[in-house]
């Protein structure tokens, strides 16, 4: 479910800087009252997210609802930029324009923001190894079983990430990770952990040969 919310906000995120920039084009040409309408929209998403958010309801719609704030917000800078309305409001607004570098730049930390922090790395299939490594579930038309699932290690750059090994087969779905060794020109080795039924198991990548092997065993806490 976090897998397709994620990949639900992603998508809308972009529609929303394109659809903006549209927007933005046509202004002019856009009545007055449909950028009223749009602040009335903004407003009562704002009111909303925080009602969900302190009365703790479920992190999906907390997230769906403020995430719709913000896009709204980038939206509504878009009707108003060329239009006679108060400065106060269009700096306000301009503000959620920032979105679009830090999306460039950092997209993990935008998506967290945006979701209140309910979205992250972790929530995506993802657990960070150290600076900008993580081991990350592999994505496929056809979901996988924890069992069956298999992982690669990233190193994040930017926007862009490159990756260093795949098809790496743990057989449960792992909740921590501790480094052992790490040299991207030669090894990566992992120790992964499941901590609710004790299982770990040692994974040892020659980055050389690109070859990765895993094994399994228990541990009692």
């Not at 639900?8 to 309408?37: D, E, G, H, N, Q």
Request: charged content about 15%.
């Amino acid at each position: 479910m976090d897998n397709l919310l994620l990949n639900f906000i992603i998508i809308t995120l972009v529609f929303c800087f394109v659809l903006a920039l549209v927007v933005l084009l046509l202004s002019t040409r856009i009545p007055k009252w449909v950028s009223y309408a749009m602040l009335s929209l903004h407003v009562f998403l704002a009111a909303t997210s925080v009602i969900f958010y302190l009365r703790h309801n479920h992190p999906g719609y907390v997230s769906i609802v403020f995430s719709s704030f913000v896009y709204t917000g980038i939206l509504l800078f878009a009707f108003i930029l060329r239009k006679n309305f108060p400065m106060p409001l269009k700096i306000y607004t301009a503000i959620f324009t920032l979105t679009l570098p830090l999306f460039i730049l950092s997209p993990s930390r935008l998506i967290s923001i945006i979701t209140l922090g309910h979205l992250s790395a972790t929530h995506a299939g993802e657990l960070h190894i150290t600076e900008n490594y993580f081991l990350t579930k592999e994505q496929g038309m056809i979901q996988q079983q924890d069992s069956e699932a298999t992982y690669k290690i990233i190193r994040r750059m930017g926007i862009f990430h490159k990756t260093l090994a795949r098809n790496i087969q743990i057989n449960f779905k792992p909740d921590s990770v501790k480094v052992l060794f790490l040299d991207e020109k030669s090894e990566i080795r992992l120790r992964v952990y499941q901590r609710t039924v004790s299982d770990s198991a040692d994974i040892s990548v020659n980055l050389i040969n690109n070859n990765t092997s895993s094994d399994i065993t228990k541990k009692t806490q």
